[in-house]
């Protein structure tokens, strides 16, 4: 690979790309603005054999810290795009979901509220089928445009397996742009509920420091009593707790701080430590919902999303 496609770069840092800062560099990396741009990078790497990732707005990724091998893609442009038409949200999967539910309440619709409090990219809420404070992504998607090598194929919600926190979306295949099916309302209401939204999230989730959440999956089964995995936490004495540089928050235990020089190795460490008191304390088996990037090693027992 002595010559490499316009625009794709060696030995990029990723740790600025999410926002618990850790990480190594990626092998290869490149902004795709247009879906004809982010179809030939997929076309190319797929001839070099290349394994392909996706980083968004990096709020629930780890990436290891010996760096990634193959090209990690980030989308921009009009990959970041919002646009109102009726009834329905059109975005590229770049967006923040944030910036979609104040898109959505400038334009009078409803539906997707509960994103507000979501701080990742449309690409990896849907992955994820990222839900919160009773919204859930699956119920208002209409359809995703979905990018591998072999080009893009658009999907609606029942292609895409969705359950708690997941979706059938496989590694190399990039979800590119989405369109969400709203309901009309009063734009003054919805922007009030946003407000409401922000001002919950502010009271009860840590900010302004360099983290991530959450960082498990709320459990479900009689052995975790209606408790979230943030309240399984604090009570089995994790607020607080530290090991090197990340320490699970005083403020939400299922949010995880980088306080200063932390590394992947010190987070998957602290979670594996908060994991095994949740599981000896109340007998749950508390399951990671982070997604990684390159040779993070996780412990045995955990699934690789």
């Not at 690979?1 to 990723?14: F, H, I, K, N, T």
Request: hydrophobic content about 40%.
């Amino acid at each position: 690979m002595a010559d490499l496609p316009p625009g794709v770069q060696r030995e990029y840092p990723l740790a600025r790309l999410t926002t618990i800062r850790t990480g190594g560099p990626a092998e290869l990396f490149a902004r795709a603005g247009t879906l004809e741009a982010l179809e030939r990078l997929l076309a190319w790497s797929a001839a070099e054999g290349l394994e392909v990732g996706v980083v968004g707005s990096g709020s629930n990724l780890l990436v290891a810290d010996a760096g990634v091998r193959g090209l990690v893609i980030k989308l921009e442009q009009d990959l970041s795009k919002i646009e109102s038409q009726g009834t329905r949200i059109h975005c590229g999967a770049g967006a923040r979901l944030p910036a979609v539910s104040a898109a959505a309440a400038r334009a009078g619709l409803s539906g997707i509220e509960f994103g507000v409090n979501i701080p990742g990219s449309v690409g990896g809420a849907v992955r994820m089928n990222a839900n919160a404070y009773g919204g859930e992504l699956a119920r208002v998607l209409g359809w995703v445009d979905v990018v591998s090598a072999a080009g893009t194929d658009r999907r609606g919600p029942q292609q895409l397996g969705f359950g708690y926190r997941r979706s059938n979306l496989e590694r190399g295949e990039i979800v590119a742009r989405a369109c969400f099916a709203l309901e009309p309302a009063a734009s003054a209401e919805v922007k009030a509920t946003l407000a409401r939204m922000r001002a919950d999230r502010k009271a009860a989730q840590p900010g302004g420091i360099k983290t991530f959440g959450s960082t498990f999956k709320n459990p479900k089964g009689p052995q975790a009593g209606q408790r979230t995995a943030g309240q399984l936490l604090a009570a089995a004495g994790c607020g607080g707790l530290r090991i090197g540089g990340a320490g699970f928050s005083v403020k939400h235990a299922n949010f995880v701080e980088n306080h200063g020089e932390g590394t992947t190795a010190d987070v998957i460490a602290l979670m594996a430590e908060g994991r095994r008191r949740v599981r000896e304390r109340f007998g749950v088996e508390l399951e990671p919902e982070v997604q990684t990037l390159g040779a993070v090693e996780l412990p045995g027992g955990w699934k690789r999303r």
